[in-house]
């Protein structure tokens, strides 16, 4: 594999090749002037509230989901490295995730003390002490182990304040369907980052689908996620939240356990742009 350009995959903090004309209707202006740009960013930023406040009302939430990471070779060609997983939610400070894809089988389990960490397809795991938060977990994971937590603002216990106080540019969008379900499809610009979110329609406007895009990357790659089976409150799945290693699994330093990003090591990071 050729070197390739890093990838989104740190999100806010800091098809089938078209024809020539195919490719030239995909090029748009959006019709935004003045009063309908007020009332559409207005729009926006009440869709996107709403849905901050929806998940931080949740006590408990659990849901699968499918990701695209994409790569870029030095030579411009793109690559999507999928994969899936669950995620099972209680506020404050209990987490279990899961994560399979092609190159790692990944479990992580956090009680509001201890961070496990298990590498199913190396029958390794490491341990992090991390009290407090989920909150404070995903900065832990980003600011001391310089994790890629890409889509972890949408775990925070307010959403709205994780991404909002860095956007420079707000667009509704309208309507789109993820998955058989009709969402609301907004837009929002960062320094760094494009990010669109389509939230569903009704009384539980969670995140359906969830993309990033680098904008200092060559390439300007994308990081997607998908959720599906989304459940809140009583009727969410929830484990136990105790970890217990496999038989025969060996305890390893949290730095030798490479295998749990979604970047596999034989794809080198690049430059930026």
């Keep these: 594999m050729k070197e390739v350009c890093a990838t989104t995959r740190n999100a806010v903090r800091p098809r089938r090749a078209a024809t ?5 209707g995909a090029v748009f202006a959006l019709g935004l002037a003045g009063g309908t740009a007020s009332a559409d960013e207005a729009d926006a930023k009440r869709l996107f509230q709403a849905m901050s406040d929806y998940l931080a009302a949740q006590t408990a939430i659990s849901f699968d989901y499918d990701t695209t990471l994409e790569v870029v070779s030095t030579d411009g060609q793109k690559f999507g490295l999928a994969s899936s997983g669950s995620v099972e939610l209680v506020r404050p400070d209990k987490l279990h995730a899961t994560r399979t894809g092609g190159f790692a089988e990944v479990e992580m389990v956090f009680d509001g003390t201890t961070l496990s960490l298990l590498g199913k397809n190396l029958n390794a795991y490491a341990q992090v002490p991390a009290p407090g938060t989920i909150d404070q977990l995903v900065d832990t994971l980003r600011d001391t182990y310089n994790a890629p937590m890409p889509a972890a603002d ?25 998955g058989g379900k009709e969402c609301d499809h907004v837009a929002f610009r960062t320094e760094d980052v494009d990010l669109q979110i389509w939230i569903a329609h009704g009384d539980a406007p969670y995140p359906c689908r969830y993309q990033i895009t680098t904008k200092n990357v060559t390439g300007n790659p994308d990081y997607t996620i998908d959720v599906r089976n989304w459940k809140a409150g009583s009727d969410a799945v929830t484990a136990d939240f105790t970890f217990v290693p496999p038989e025969g699994a060996t305890k390893i330093e949290p730095d030798k356990l490479s295998t749990l990003d979604e970047l596999p090591p034989h794809f080198t990071p690049g430059d930026a742009k």
């Design 154 to 178: 949408l775990l925070s216990a307010n959403v709205s304040d994780a991404i909002m106080p860095l956007v420079t540019d707000v667009k509704d969008l309208g309507s789109g369907v993820i």
């Design 20 to 24: 020539a004309g195919l490719a030239a």
